[in-house]
């Protein structure tokens, strides 16, 4: 009965103290010392080991390490071991406080002016404010939802769109692909935090981006794969995008020479807006552990036909 984790090493000893303390019945292993894998019956992973069926014939469940799967290929698990999520309430606040300040970062024009500092250029820009600054959130899962709750403070008018109906207070609720039109048009900072899917996969496109108030403001906090990449720097070049904060990219890291590097409309950070927060996410894996052993349901399983 082994815990396996296989993801960021310095994060991976906090979870072996934390597993220590917590579980002490419970042996916890660090990738690549796996012991016997037939003993391994949980795996916590980033980048899943090729063949986890035929290496670990006993294993009950796999858990992503971060908030998002598409990095797993869930047709290689058996059919009996489910997916989870980390659903755990560190990842969350982290999100939040990320998206906070490049929604923020993108009404005060930060892109603009850390441009302008390096050409020397000392210029005041017009203020807008927030109440006519209309923010809008692709994916209204745990974190979009978090994301959205907190920006209300600042007294954004907020919408949000989704695949599914959902209703949020104080939030106009888009579902659907008939209704993204009408959801970018009332858009003015766009933020992606969708799951990556064959149906997201390169969503953010020109197609897209023409849809919102001219000028717009981009946040990719999603993957690097909803982005056209080339469509982007089409938008800021012309004008139809104003400013864009990526903390995500593909492939990652972005190659050296990349023009996302040095474009004057683009603030770039190396996919670090939320990461697991051991002290929480262990307390997660075990409550699911247990859930699992009493045969209930588990909060962030994977639906395979969905893919999230
Ligand atoms: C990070 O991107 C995650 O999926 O948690």
């Not at 907020?158 to 993204?180: F, K, M, Q």
């Not at 953010?204 to 023409?210: E, G, K, S, V």
Request: hydrophobic letters at 45%.
């Amino acid at each position: 009965m082994t815990v396996l984790y296989k993801a960021n090493m310095v994060r991976g000893a906090e979870w072996a103290t934390l597993f220590a303390e917590r579980a002490p019945d419970l042996p916890f292993r660090l990738w690549p010392d796996i012991g016997d894998p037939a003993e391994v019956r949980y795996l916590v992973a980033w980048v899943p080991p090729d063949d986890i069926a035929a290496t670990f014939p006993n294993l009950e469940l796999v858990f992503s390490v971060g908030a998002g799967v598409d990095q797993f290929d869930i047709t290689k698990l058996p059919p009996h071991v489910p997916l989870v999520r980390m659903l755990e309430p560190g990842i969350t606040e982290r999100m939040v406080e990320y998206a906070c300040m490049s929604v923020l970062a993108l009404h005060r024009d930060l892109v603009q002016f850390i441009a302008q500092q390096r050409e020397q250029v000392w210029r005041e820009l017009p203020v807008t404010q927030t109440g006519k600054r209309r923010v809008g959130v692709m994916g209204l899962g745990l974190l979009g939802q978090a994301v959205l709750g907190r920006l209300k403070s600042f007294g954004f008018p907020l919408a949000g769109w989704n695949r599914s109906p959902r209703s949020i207070e104080g939030v106009t609720c888009y579902a659907g692909a008939d209704a993204l039109p009408d959801f970018l048009g009332h858009t003015d900072i766009l933020v992606c935090l969708l799951p990556l899917t064959p149906e997201t996969r390169g969503l953010l496109n020109a197609n897209l981006f023409a849809r919102l108030p001219r000028g717009a403001r981009l946040l990719n906090v999603g993957r690097g794969g909803h982005l056209i990449e080339a469509d982007l720097i089409a938008a800021l070049d012309s004008g139809v995008l104003s400013a864009a904060v990526l903390d995500v990219a593909e492939p990652e890291p972005l190659p050296a020479g990349h023009p996302f590097w040095g474009h004057p409309r683009i603030l770039l950070t190396p996919h670090i807006a939320s990461t697991t927060a051991p002290e929480t996410a262990v307390d997660f894996v075990l409550d699911t552990i247990a859930r699992r052993h009493r045969g209930e349901a588990l909060p962030g399983r994977v639906d395979r036909t969905r893919g999230y």
